[in-house]
């Protein structure tokens, strides 16, 4: 995680000679051009794609699922939420939606999903290119690590999520409220980006700032979504994502599953059944049942601690708060897959956009070997997952020992970078910093209204 003074401008280093930056300066420069990493950017997506194509059960099950129910609700006037409980938040019908009405069967909202993933990706590396000190480093490694994670950000409404969690934390370095707001309407889409919400909430200095800069712009995106929600007949189901996710048990690739995959090396009565009713594999027994319900109560009150950490550093340091942003979003985002008994494979999405955006905003100059840690990491963990599901998801089912090692080592990586995320918050609490005085608040800090 970030040094003290990562996140605060500071004029670049002197000394080096001519000869010795020649290379480098090309080098940079070489990288630095919006058409290399526009070239790449397509190129990675590319790939995906293709990958995406080669994998298409498996990557595109979900999809095909998203416009089953888009269909029914066109043909039919039965939609989600509207007239039947759903597994996600009423403003997953927008995106769930939007394909079937520029498309007219399976593979054309396909290409027609994909596209729109891929457009509000390219907006949202756009975007932390043209908005931070470093955007053009911080574009390259949230290219390298969704090339890492593979073709499954494609196939999920994770696809959509992530880059609004990207640009939320873009625009939370001038923007807060707008940046709450864009969370917000994430959240309602898939809970994750609520993560962003809570850790600004906790960054704002006051009463007032906490009103002015969280509680009006998320109430009134929320206001607009459940009110439309009702003025189509949801009724209490505009609120039904809440309890759909209590009768599940340990899905197969959950953290806290982990103990479970790895007996199965040594005991052959531990199995993983396939639920037919919502199309995941998991644990099943008492004690897995046990752990899932759990699970339940111990994912809130890990965000709470998170948040409560967050708040005090905030107390402490107000004028790093851009980077208790950060670190509480990558803290809070981890947590969200640690603590879930629901482990899929796109959720890994969720985590990139926070070191993404660090690596962006830090000044020029600065050194950058806190953020290189969780960066590498993370590019690990997503790799991973990539190996995970799909490379080799049969063989993990299966039992094979390399890939139960490879997902219990992939777990044991989430639950360190969440560690790590939040000793940090803490390092930046204790630290003392002559930033900190009345009226030295840096450039790169948000608006702690």
Request: net charge neutral; charged share 15%.
């Given at each position: 995680?970030?040094?003290?003074?990562?996140?605060?401008?500071?004029?670049?280093?002197?000394?080096?000679?001519?000869?010795?930056?020649?290379?480098?300066?090309?080098?940079?420069?070489?990288?630095?051009?919006?058409?290399?990493?526009?070239?790449?950017?397509?190129?990675?997506?590319?790939?995906?794609?293709?990958?995406?194509?080669?994998?298409?059960?498996?990557?595109?099950?979900?999809?095909?699922?998203?416009?089953?129910?888009?269909?029914?609700?066109?043909?039919?006037?039965?939609?989600?939420?509207?007239?039947?409980?759903?597994?996600?938040?009423?403003?997953?019908?927008?995106?769930?939606?939007?394909?079937?009405?520029?498309?007219?069967?399976?593979?054309?909202?396909?290409?027609?999903?994909?596209?729109?993933?891929?457009?509000?990706?390219?907006?949202?590396?756009?975007?932390?290119?043209?908005?931070?000190?470093?955007?053009?480093?911080?574009?390259?490694?949230?290219?390298?690590?969704?090339?890492?994670?593979?073709?499954?950000?494609?196939?999920?409404?994770?696809?959509?999520?992530?880059?609004?969690?990207?640009?939320?934390?873009?625009?939370?370095?001038?923007?807060?409220?707008?940046?709450?707001?864009?969370?917000?309407?994430?959240?309602?889409?898939?809970?994750?980006?609520?993560?962003?919400?809570?850790?600004?909430?906790?960054?704002?200095?006051?009463?007032?700032?906490?009103?002015?800069?969280?509680?009006?712009?998320?109430?009134?995106?929320?206001?607009?979504?459940?009110?439309?929600?009702?003025?189509?007949?949801?009724?209490?189901?505009?609120?039904?994502?809440f309890g759909e996710q209590g009768d599940r048990t340990l899905q197969a690739e959950s953290v806290f599953g982990t103990w479970f995959s790895v007996s199965r090396l040594w005991d052959p009565t531990v199995a993983i059944e396939y639920n037919d009713e919502i199309?995941?594999?998991?644990?099943?027994?008492?004690?897995?049942?046990?752990?899932?319900?759990?699970?339940?109560?111990?994912?809130?009150?890990?965000?709470?601690?998170?948040?409560?950490?967050?708040?005090?550093?905030?107390?402490?340091?107000?004028?790093?708060?851009?980077?208790?942003?950060?670190?509480?979003?990558?803290?809070?985002?981890?947590?969200?897959?640690?603590?879930?008994?629901?482990?899929?494979?796109?959720?890994?999405?969720?985590?990139?956009?926070?070191?993404?955006?660090?690596?962006?905003?830090?000044?020029?100059?600065?050194?950058?070997?806190?953020?290189?840690?969780?960066?590498?990491?993370?590019?690990?963990?997503?790799?991973?997952?990539?190996?995970?599901?799909?490379?080799?998801?049969?063989?993990?089912?299966?039992?094979e020992t390399w890939m139960i090692v490879v997902e219990a080592l992939r777990n044991l990586g989430l639950v360190v970078l969440m560690l790590g995320a939040v000793w940090r918050i803490v390092r930046v609490g204790l630290a003392h910093d002559a930033a900190d005085?009345?009226?030295?608040?840096?450039?790169?800090?948000?608006?702690?209204?």
């Open positions: 995680m970030p040094d003290d003074a990562d996140l605060r401008p500071t004029d670049r280093p002197t000394g080096s000679t001519p000869v010795e930056a020649a290379p480098a300066d090309h080098a940079g420069r070489l990288l630095g051009s919006p058409w290399l990493l526009a070239l790449a950017f397509v190129v990675v997506h590319a790939k995906l794609v293709h990958e995406a194509i080669i994998w298409q059960n498996t990557i595109f099950g979900d999809v095909t699922l998203y416009e089953w129910w888009a269909r029914y609700g066109l043909d039919h006037g039965q939609w989600p939420v509207l007239d039947y409980d759903w597994v996600y938040p009423v403003g997953a019908l927008a995106p769930v939606g939007l394909p079937a009405l520029l498309s007219d069967d399976v593979l054309g909202y396909e290409i027609v999903w994909v596209g729109l993933v891929v457009a509000l990706n390219a907006l949202a590396t756009v975007l932390l290119v043209r908005s931070t000190p470093r955007g053009v480093l911080g574009a390259w490694w949230w290219l390298l690590f969704l090339l890492a994670l593979g073709p499954i950000f494609l196939g999920r409404l994770d696809g959509v999520v992530a880059p609004l969690i990207l640009i939320a934390l873009v625009v939370a370095r001038r923007h807060p409220r707008v940046a709450v707001a864009v969370a917000t309407l994430g959240a309602w889409i898939k809970i994750a980006p609520g993560a962003v919400v809570v850790a600004i909430a906790a960054t704002r200095r006051n009463l007032r700032g906490l009103l002015r800069t969280v509680v009006l712009p998320g109430a009134a995106v929320s206001l607009v979504v459940v009110g439309l929600a009702l003025a189509g007949g949801a009724g209490s189901r505009a609120l039904s994502v199309f995941t594999y998991e644990f099943t027994g008492d004690t897995a049942r046990a752990v899932s319900d759990l699970l339940d109560w111990l994912l809130i009150v890990a965000v709470a601690v998170i948040a409560a950490v967050l708040w005090w550093a905030a107390r402490r340091r107000p004028a790093r708060a851009y980077e208790l942003v950060l670190l509480g979003s990558a803290a809070l985002l981890v947590a969200l897959i640690v603590f879930n008994k629901v482990g899929s494979p796109q959720f890994v999405a969720w985590i990139g956009p926070p070191v993404a955006v660090a690596l962006a905003a830090v000044p020029a100059g600065r050194p950058l070997r806190w953020w290189w840690p969780p960066a590498l990491g993370m590019i690990l963990a997503a790799y991973a997952t990539y190996l995970v599901y799909p490379v080799a998801y049969g063989e993990f089912l299966g039992g005085r009345p009226g030295s608040e840096p450039e790169t800090t948000a608006p702690a209204a």
